[in-house]
C-alpha cells in the first residue's frame, strides 16, 4: 500500500509539472500574439519561459531510468540543446506568433542565456564545490598531491594528442581541432584561449566555434554515462568504496572552533558572495604567454580555489565565513541546472548556425570529440586504478576534474551517494584548467 501511494504520488507531482509547463507555454504564445514585435519585455518572457519550460522537462527526462542508468541533471542539458536546435531553424522565423522565438548566435536571448544564465549557474556551483570540498581539500591535497598532478596531466595529454594528430590526418586545420578539444572536455576557457589565439593571429574564430559546439554535447553526456556506467560494469561495492573514499579523504577532520563568531545570516550567504567576489577578481587576473596570448584562472578557476580557501579557514577573524551544508545542497543543484540550461541552449543554436549541411565536418568533429572524450578517461583510469592504486570513488572524481566536467561531478556525488568525491575532484582541476588553456593556445600557434 505504501508503495503505492508513493507511486501515485510521483505521477501526480509529474502531471503538476506537465500542467505548469502547458500554462507557461500558453502564456507566453499568448504574450506573443497580443504584442509580435520582439521588444525587451517579449524578450524577456521567451528567457524566462525559456528556463522553466526547459527545467520541467529536462528534470523529466532525467528522471527516466534505463537498467538503473539516468541522466539526472544532464537531463536538462538535452533539453536545452533540443530547445535550442528547435528554436534556431530558418523556417521558424516565417510562422506567425512562433517566428517570435527565433534564436540567432547574436540574439538578445540567446546571449542571456550564455552570459547571464551559464555563467550565474557556473559560479554557484564551483563556490558550493569549493566549500564542500574545503574542509579536506588541502589535507586530501597534501596526501595525494603528486597522484592529482599526474592524473590531470595525463588525462589532458592524452585528449590533446588525439587532437594534434586528428589535425594531421583529417581535411581541417589545428584551429578547428582545438575547438573539438575544447568541447570534448567541456572547457570554456579553452574555447575562450583558443579564440584569442585566432584573433592575435588576425585569422576568424569559425572553426573553433564550430568545433566547440560539435563536441560539446558528447563532452558532457559521455562524461555523465561514464561516472554511473562504470561502478556497474565493474559491479562496485558502493558502501565499501565509500568508506575507502573517506579513508583517503580523512573523514574525522578536527574542526577549529573560535569562540564568539559572527555570522551576518543563517544561511550563509554573505560568506559565500565575499568568496564569489575574491574568486572573480583572482580569475579576472591575466598572465601573458609566449605570441602575445594571455592566460587567465577565468571565473570558474578563480571562485573554485577561492572558494576552497575560505571552506578550508571557516573565518577571518570574528567574521565566520561558514556556508551550511543545506545551503551549499541547493545552490550545487541550482548553480548546475542553470549552468546547463545556457550552455545547451547556446549549443543548441551554434550547432545549427555553424554546422548547416556541412555533413562531412560534423561526423569528423563527432567522431574527433567522442575519441578526445572516451580515450583520456580510459587511460586515466587504469592509470589511477592500476598504477596509481586509487580507490574507485577517488580515482573518477580526479577524472571528472581533469576533464574538467561540471555536470559529471554532480552525477558522481549522486552516484557515489557522498559528497567527498567533490575532493579529488577539486584536487585534479586547476592542474587540467591551466593544461587545456596552454594546449588550445598552443595548438593553434605552433600547428
Not at 541522466?71 to 536546435?85: D, N, R
Not at 547574436?106 to 552570459?115: D, F, I, N
Request: glycine share 12%; charged share 10%.
Amino acid at each position: 500500500m505504501e508503495n503505492q501511494n508513493k507511486k501515485s504520488l510521483k505521477w501526480l507531482w509529474i502531471t503538476i509539472a506537465l500542467v505548469a509547463v502547458a500554462a507557461v507555454g500558453f502564456w507566453v504564445v499568448y504574450s506573443g500574439i497580443q504584442n509580435e514585435s520582439v521588444d525587451s519585455v517579449f524578450s524577456l518572457s521567451i528567457l524566462l519561459a525559456g528556463i522553466f519550460v526547459i527545467t520541467a522537462l529536462g528534470y523529466l527526462l532525467g528522471r527516466v531510468t534505463v537498467k538503473g542508468v539516468s541522466l539526472g541533471t544532464a537531463g536538462v542539458f538535452l533539453v536545452a540543446i533540443l530547445f535550442g536546435f528547435l528554436w534556431s531553424l530558418d523556417g521558424l522565423k516565417d510562422i506567425p506568433v512562433i517566428g517570435n522565438f527565433y534564436l540567432t548566435p547574436t540574439s538578445a536571448v540567446t546571449a542571456y542565456y550564455k552570459k547571464v544564465i551559464s555563467n550565474v549557474g557556473l559560479v554557484m556551483f564551483v563556490g558550493a564545490v569549493g566549500f564542500i570540498a574545503g574542509p579536506k581539500f588541502f589535507r586530501d591535497l597534501r596526501k595525494n598531491f603528486k597522484t592529482y598532478i599526474l592524473m590531470g596531466i595525463v588525462i589532458i595529454l592524452v585528449g590533446t594528442a588525439a587532437a594534434v594528430a586528428l589535425s594531421f590526418l583529417s581535411p581541417y586545420g589545428s584551429d578547428f581541432w582545438s575547438g573539438i578539444l575544447s568541447g570534448a572536455l567541456t572547457s570554456t576557457p579553452g574555447y575562450s584561449a583558443a579564440q584569442e589565439a585566432m584573433a592575435i593571429k588576425g585569422e576568424p574564430d569559425t572553426y573553433v566555434t564550430i568545433g566547440h559546439a560539435i563536441a560539446y554535447p558528447f563532452g558532457v553526456i559521455g562524461v555523465v554515462l561514464f561516472v554511473q556506467l562504470l561502478p556497474k560494469f565493474l559491479k562496485a561495492d558502493m558502501a565499501h568504496e565509500r568508506t575507502l573514499l573517506s579513508g583517503e579523504a580523512t573523514s574525522v577532520v578536527e574542526e577549529k572552533k573560535v569562540g564568539g563568531l559572527f555570522s551576518c545570516d543563517g544561511l550563509g550567504f554573505t560568506a559565500f558572495a565575499i568568496a564569489v567576489v575574491a574568486g572573480l577578481l583572482l580569475g579576472a587576473i591575466k598572465i601573458p604567454l609566449p605570441g602575445g596570448a594571455n592566460f587567465s584562472l577565468g571565473t570558474t578557476g578563480g571562485v573554485l580555489i577561492m572558494c576552497l580557501v575560505f571552506g578550508h579557514f571557516g573565518h577571518i577573524g570574528k567574521l565566520s565565513l561558514e556556508v551550511p551544508a543545506a545551503t551549499t545542497k541547493v545552490l550545487k543543484e541550482l548553480g548546475l541546472m542553470l549552468f546547463l540550461i545556457g550552455a545547451g541552449v547556446e549549443g543548441g543554436v551554434n550547432l545549427v548556425a555553424a554546422v548547416g549541411n556541412d555533413v562531412q565536418i560534423l561526423l569528423w568533429g563527432f567522431i574527433g570529440g567522442a575519441v578526445m572524450t572516451l580515450l583520456p578517461m580510459v587511460v586515466g583510469f587504469f592509470l589511477g586504478g592500476k598504477v596509481l592504486k586509487l580507490p574507485l570513488l577517488n580515482n573518477l572524481g580526479s577524472i571528472t576534474g581533469g576533464m574538467t566536467s561540471t555536470p559529471a561531478l554532480g552525477t558522481l556525488i549522486a552516484t557515489a551517494e557522498t559528497e567527498d568525491v567533490a575532493s579529488a575532484y577539486a584536487s585534479t582541476y586547476p592542474i587540467a584548467l591551466v593544461l587545456i588553456v596552454l594546449a588550445c593556445n598552443l595548438m593553434i600557434g605552433l600547428i
